[in-house]
């Protein structure tokens, strides 16, 4: 079950975010973002090339709505 939750600042391609985590134990991947966070940044995933694409200027407006 989930540990506990807690709000952690993340960075992709050198994008500063921040979100809410929920800590749970043994899991097979170290860090997985849900759809909501995907959803929220505006994350892209891009099979084609194996990437994922972040808006920096929408990741600067989040951030600052946010404060």
Do not use: C
Request: avoid cysteine.
């Amino acid at each position: 079950g989930i540990d506990s939750v807690v709000r952690l600042d993340f960075y992709i391609n050198d994008v500063r975010m921040s979100d809410e985590f929920m800590v749970v134990q043994n899991l097979s991947e170290e860090v997985i973002l849900g759809v909501t966070t995907l959803q929220k940044w505006r994350i892209k995933l891009d099979f084609e090339h194996d990437t994922v694409v972040v808006d920096p200027k929408v990741a600067k407006a989040i951030l600052k709505n946010m404060k």
